[in-house]
């Protein structure tokens, strides 16, 4: 099952992060998404979640995020936990306002 919330900041999103994992998901699941790519990269370290990579995505795909936009990126690894392209589009819109959105994924 694929969870997505949206959240304002860092503090909502360990909030959120801590009743995900009450729930049984496991911070190796848990992605957060930012607009800057430096933002993502600050809060997953400070959280302690997990970027999306190679074990979500597959080789192909994470060698072709390295010459795409930000956006498609962005999309293409929210796909890759489980997001539809519709939901993925969406949840990029949501990046572009500021926000940030959280992902959070069992593996099957």
Request: proline residues 1%.
């Amino acid at each position: 099952m694929t969870v997505k919330l949206t959240v304002e900041n860092a503090v909502q999103a360990k909030q959120e992060i801590e009743k995900l994992e009450a729930q049984g998901y496991s911070k190796d699941h848990i992605h957060i998404f930012a607009h800057f790519k430096e933002r993502a990269d600050d809060i997953n370290d400070a959280l302690d979640t997990s970027d999306v990579g190679l074990k979500e995505q597959g080789l192909l795909e994470t060698m072709k995020n390295i010459f795409t936009s930000r956006g498609d990126e962005l999309r293409s690894k929210m796909e890759a936990t489980g997001l539809s392209k519709e939901e993925a589009a969406s949840a990029e819109a949501e990046l572009d306002k500021g926000k940030l959105v959280i992902i959070a994924h069992k593996p099957q």
